[in-house]
């Protein structure tokens, strides 16, 4: 799969292909959307495969089990589909609707600079996760006492540990101690 540093500015990825479903070239999606076969709505997408972006169009697409899979134009046999296995799915990012005042779609989120409300400075956020519970970020440890790669999970609960997203200057403000 792609890395997020080398996904154009203009797109957003919104998952990747793992399989192949039936004789038809059907592919087996995994989708980072929510709710999950929000990714075939989306009728264009871009697909990164072996270094180079490809624009596709969706012609139909629905769960089945627990994936989702997509038919996609030009792909009819099980061999064209299987040549796709791995690539990262995207879509432009004009084709995502505005978020509401304090929602934020997890891409633009990816890099951001966390810091405590005491001002200590953790590092950027690596990615985000779904638990039952709650999201969690996952911040790269970058403070200069932590010894070799580590991470920090912080739990996503606005206000109580989220107390501040500054799209700006690209800054999250958490109440909760990184050493937890």
Not at 3 to 22: K, N
Not at 42 to 66: A, D, I, M, N
Request: no cysteine.
């Amino acid at each position: 799969m792609v890395s997020p540093s080398v996904v154009p500015a203009d797109r957003v990825l919104l998952g990747h292909i793992t399989g192949v479903y039936g004789l038809k070239g059907w592919v087996k999606v995994h989708s980072d959307t929510n709710p999950r076969d929000n990714i075939v709505g989306y009728k264009g997408w871009w697909l990164e495969h072996r270094g180079s972006w490809t624009q596709v169009r969706v012609l139909q697409g629905k769960p089945q089990g627990k994936t989702i899979i997509a038919q996609l134009e030009g792909v009819d046999t099980p061999e064209g589909a299987h040549a796709l296995i791995g690539a990262t799915i995207a879509v432009g990012r004009e084709a995502l609707p505005e978020t509401a005042d304090g929602e934020y779609y997890w891409a633009d989120l990816i890099g951001m600079l966390v810091k405590t409300v005491e001002g200590v400075q953790i590092g950027p956020v690596d990615r985000l996760f779904e638990t039952g519970a709650n999201d969690v970020v996952v911040i790269s440890d970058e403070r200069d006492e932590v010894e070799g790669s580590s991470e920090v999970l912080v739990p996503w609960l606005v206000p109580d540990v989220i107390t501040d997203v500054n799209m700006k200057d690209r800054i999250i403000t958490i109440d909760w101690d990184p050493d937890f």
